[in-house]
Nanobody, 122 residues
Framework: VQLQASGGGLVQAGGSLRLSCAAS?????MGWFRQAPGKEREFVAV??????????RDSVKGRFTISRDNNNSKHTVYLQMNSLKPEDTAVYYC?????????????????WGQGTQVTVSS
């Protein structure tokens, strides 16, 4: 499965952005990770294939919302980011699993998008 992410940009602190990631086919769990300069890529959010379960890293709970659309056999995942902070600045990557199960571990995801830059100014 190929993933295409979009929606990044520059925003002031307190602002909002919505990221989208379109898959070329069906997927199971889909998630978002991010990587700031000089840091490891870290988990942000994940949603199950049937939309019943979501998980978030603690620092984004209450501010970010992950959702997905499974229509037309091409799955799309979204990340609505509100109340953005400068520490949210990173390249955001979408990822997908090709088997059942949820995970917050990078190694458990099989397909990755190209990344989209999110910059939050103070």
């Amino acid at each position: 499965v190929q993933l295409q992410a979009s929606g990044g940009g520059l925003v002031q602190a307190g602002g909002s952005l919505r990221l989208s990631c379109a898959a070329s086919g069906r997927t199971f769990a889909m998630g978002w990770f991010r990587q700031a300069p000089g840091k490891e890529r870290e988990f942000v959010a994940v949603i199950s294939w049937n939309l019943r379960r979501t998980e978030y890293r603690d620092s984004v709970k209450g501010r970010f919302t992950i959702s997905r659309d499974n229509n037309n056999s091409k799955h799309t995942v979204y990340l609505q980011m509100n109340s953005l902070k400068p520490e949210d600045t990173a390249v955001y990557y979408c990822a997908a699993r090709d088997s059942l199960g949820m995970s917050t571990m990078r190694s458990d995801f099989d397909s990755w998008g190209q990344g989209t830059q999110v910059t939050v100014s103070s």
